[in-house]
């Protein structure tokens, strides 16, 4: 994505010249006045300068500097490397420019916009070298005020103060004084695309059925995803799917899930023991996967963790198997942190959010993500199956923390 400002001595002199060297698909992001400094500059006539956006054309390769980082707009994908960084921009196809155009920049046009927006401290000169530390003064300033921003808009998406000061530190670092805003908002858009990290979904056993495991506090939703993620594999996908569930404690969640079994028309199975799930997984080998859900507890309740971590180790070494923490993006950020904490200490796990249509705050995807180093597989907003539920997309989460529109 290519972001210009054009200076004319009217609003439409410089969209013009803005479409003369982009072309006609340009999108106009802000229009200001622009005062003349220094001697004589009321003799001078103000200009209109106005700040446009174009759509870059796709599989354009993009070498990344260190100072300089191209603008991502959604649905690119980055890859790094230890020494020569390369970001793969790689759009989906579209019906027409305009639809890609109408879909502009979202977060990213919000923020610059808020920044340029600001009125700009204008002070008088009486000598050129006055004029020259004004400009430099104003470029800091500039740099400063956005730091505030990027910082406070964070805070108020709840992302913790220590990730928020990691973030703005990272981005103090490579920033000059002269560097225009897009630039940076830019590379703290595609570092914290980074932070998150591509998600990690389901994938196949190389042999035999994957057993897939999915735990948490009680409450946020690990029946009803199962159903969701469940209907996915077996519906769109085809593939042979079982439902177990380990939750003998409450009968109408074990109730719930046979009833999306049936609708489903997938075999179903509620486990006591071990040697029983040993057993079903043996008569449903010829599967493809086998989703368990299991009673959600207290993470404090460490006889109940152990006892089900009991039911994890059980399966047999020879069978792949994941473990999936579902938790809700409602749930306080340090009861998150304890939550992660506990279910560490028996098995490494992937990260499923619910209940992300009854908040306004994503930043708890990122703290969660950055605390225990596991992957984001899967998001809810919603109660209905199978829809309510996608891929985690770190595009789209980093574009609403950064203050962007919500997206439903």
């Given at each position: 994505?290519?972001?210009?400002?054009?200076?004319?001595?009217?609003?439409?002199?410089?969209?013009?010249?803005?479409?003369?060297?982009?072309?006609?698909?340009?999108?106009?992001?802000?229009?200001?006045?622009?005062?003349?400094?220094?001697?004589?500059?009321?003799l001078?006539?103000?200009?209109?300068?106005?700040?446009?956006?174009?759509?870059?054309?796709?599989?354009?390769?993009?070498?990344?500097?260190?100072?300089?980082?191209?603008?991502?707009?959604?649905?690119?994908?980055?890859?790094?490397?230890?020494?020569?960084?390369?970001?793969?921009?790689?759009?989906?196809?579209?019906?027409?420019?305009?639809?890609?155009?109408?879909?502009?920049?979202?977060?990213?046009?919000?923020?610059?916009?808020?920044?340029?927006?600001?009125?700009?401290?204008?002070?008088?000169a009486?000598?050129?070298?006055?004029?020259?530390?004004?400009?430099?003064?104003?470029?800091?300033?500039?740099?400063?005020?956005?730091?505030?921003?990027?910082?406070?808009?964070?805070?108020?998406?709840?992302?913790?103060?220590?990730?928020?000061?990691?973030?703005i530190?990272?981005?103090?670092?490579?920033?000059k004084?002269?560097?225009?805003?897009?630039?940076?908002?830019?590379n703290?858009?595609?570092?914290?695309?980074?932070?998150?990290?591509?998600?990690?979904g389901?994938?196949?056993?190389?042999?035999?059925?994957?057993?897939v495991?999915?735990?948490?506090?009680?409450g946020?939703?690990?029946?009803?995803?199962?159903?969701?993620?469940?209907s996915?594999?077996?519906?769109?996908?085809?593939?042979?799917?079982?439902?177990?569930?380990?939750?003998?404690?409450?009968?109408?969640?074990?109730?719930?899930?046979?009833?999306?079994?049936?609708?489903?028309?997938?075999?179903?199975?509620?486990?006591?023991?071990?040697?029983?799930?040993?057993?079903?997984?043996?008569?449903?080998?010829?599967?493809?996967y086998?989703?368990?859900?299991?009673a959600?507890?207290?993470?404090?309740?460490?006889?109940?963790?152990?006892?089900?971590?009991?039911?994890?180790?059980?399966?047999?070494?020879?069978?792949?198997?994941?473990?999936?923490l579902?938790?809700?993006?409602?749930?306080?950020?340090?009861?998150?942190?304890?939550?992660?904490?506990?279910?560490?200490?028996?098995?490494?796990?992937?990260?499923?959010?619910t209940?992300?249509?009854?908040?306004?705050?994503?930043?708890?995807?990122?703290?969660?993500?950055?605390?225990?180093?596991?992957?984001?597989?899967?998001?809810?907003?919603?109660?209905?199956?199978?829809?309510?539920?996608?891929?985690?997309?770190?595009?789209?989460?980093?574009?609403?923390l950064?203050g962007?529109?919500?997206?439903?």
């Amino acid at each position: 994505m290519i972001i210009k400002k054009f200076q004319g001595k009217t609003e439409n002199d410089a969209i013009e010249a803005a479409k003369k060297e982009l072309g006609n698909g340009v999108v106009v992001m802000n229009v200001k006045e622009v005062k003349k400094k220094g001697f004589f500059s009321f003799l001078k006539s103000k200009s209109i300068e106005v700040t446009v956006a174009l759509e870059e054309e796709p599989d354009r390769i993009l070498p990344v500097k260190k100072d300089v980082v191209k603008s991502l707009p959604e649905n690119k994908t980055v890859s790094s490397e230890k020494s020569d960084q390369v970001v793969r921009i790689s759009q989906p196809d579209e019906s027409s420019n305009d639809n890609v155009l109408e879909k502009k920049l979202d977060s990213l046009q919000n923020l610059i916009e808020k920044q340029l927006q600001k009125d700009e401290p204008q002070k008088k000169a009486t000598e050129s070298n006055a004029v020259k530390k004004e400009e430099k003064d104003e470029d800091e300033n500039s740099n400063v005020r956005f730091l505030k921003l990027l910082y406070n808009t964070m805070l108020e998406n709840e992302i913790a103060e220590t990730y928020a000061n990691q973030i703005i530190d990272e981005l103090d670092s490579v920033i000059k004084p002269n560097m225009p805003i897009d630039f940076m908002l830019s590379n703290v858009y595609q570092k914290m695309i980074l932070k998150f990290e591509q998600p990690e979904g389901i994938t196949p056993a190389q042999k035999g059925p994957k057993v897939v495991f999915f735990v948490g506090p009680t409450g946020v939703g690990k029946t009803t995803t199962i159903a969701k993620i469940a209907s996915r594999y077996s519906v769109e996908q085809k593939k042979k799917v079982a439902l177990f569930t380990m939750d003998t404690y409450r009968i109408a969640a074990a109730e719930q899930l046979r009833t999306y079994a049936n609708i489903l028309n997938v075999p179903f199975s509620i486990i006591y023991t071990t040697e029983e799930m040993q057993k079903e997984i043996e008569k449903y080998k010829d599967y493809d996967y086998i989703f368990m859900d299991t009673a959600g507890h207290s993470h404090h309740n460490e006889k109940q963790r152990d006892a089900m971590n009991e039911f994890i180790m059980a399966v047999d070494a020879s069978i792949e198997k994941e473990v999936y923490l579902v938790v809700s993006a409602t749930t306080k950020y340090k009861d998150l942190l304890s939550i992660a904490d506990a279910y560490a200490t028996m098995t490494q796990f992937k990260l499923i959010f619910t209940k992300l249509d009854e908040t306004t705050c994503l930043g708890n995807l990122l703290n969660l993500k950055l605390h225990t180093g596991a992957r984001l597989s899967y998001v809810t907003c919603g109660q209905n199956v199978p829809d309510d539920m996608e891929d985690f997309n770190p595009q789209k989460t980093v574009k609403m923390l950064l203050g962007g529109n919500r997206i439903s």
